[in-house]
């Protein structure tokens, strides 16, 4: 079962989120059929937004897009505080050669670009912030979007491992933070320690990577748990929400698929979910608009 466990230090100068997202990504690569490279950039994404949304409280969205000017085109992601994402790449099909170490290097096929936040608190009028891409590695663009446009001094790791087959083996994460309590001295002594961490895909590989994550981040220094929560992709797609929307069209557009398609086929972005509608289903439509 895929979680996200936060934590706060003993003296609460730093919080800590560590996660395991593997089942989530593993959906998605399912759902979208997406090949090595795009598998682990969109799964990145799914992480970073976890993590985003982790702060949330009541029934906040938060979407997360990816704008980079590279291969993969636009990543889009949308998840809640109840530990739900769902989300897309423009382009699925990327499949480039692995470093030597096994990995898959995203940063290159993102490219320059903006990383764009949209916080809905589900009250009307969603906040944006943006800042710019900084590497196109997600995580590095994460941490940077926290320093920058939240102010809050943050370290960020995050990754997907695929197997031999290119299936996804583990993914997850963590996301470190200082509060405003935190001094000069404790901050230089948590950055110390987070430099020193093993590379974040070792950690991952290990067989219980989440105590490894939370060793490597805490060291000797005592922690809190605050809570254990579970994670999913989930997509919130529906026939009702679609019918809705076709129900916004102007009649005369309606009146051109009965016409032309005998019905029309939609297919959600997020999950692949397919949805047909009759001629009768758009007829029943354009009555209920008169």
Known sequence: MDKIIKTISENGHFRAFVLDSTETVRAAQKKHDSMASSTVALGRAFIANQLLAANEKG?????????????????????????????????????YKKTATGEVIVGPLVGQGQFLVITDYGIGHPYH???????????????????ESQQTPSAVGLNVLLDEADKVQVAGGFMVQALPDASEEEISRFEKRIQAMPAISSLLASDSHIE???????????YKILSEERLSFHCDCSEERFLDALASL??????????????????????RQHYHFTAENLEELIRDKS
């Open 250 to 271: 102007p009649t005369s557009d309606i009146e051109e698929m009965i016409a032309e398609d005998q019905g029309c086929d939609i297919t959600c972005q997020f999950c």
């Open 129 to 147: 912030s943006m800042t710019p891409l900084i590497s196109g590695e997600i995580g590095e663009d994460l941490a940077y979007y926290l320093t």
């Open 59 to 95: 029934n906040t969205k938060i979407t997360l897009k990816i704008l980079g000017e590279g291969a993969t085109g636009a990543i889009i992601s949308v998840a809640n505080n109840k530990g739900q994402v769902k989300g897309y790449i423009q382009n699925p099909d990327l499949d």
């Open 212 to 222: 490894a994550l939370l060793s490597a981040i805490y060291g000797e220094e005592s």
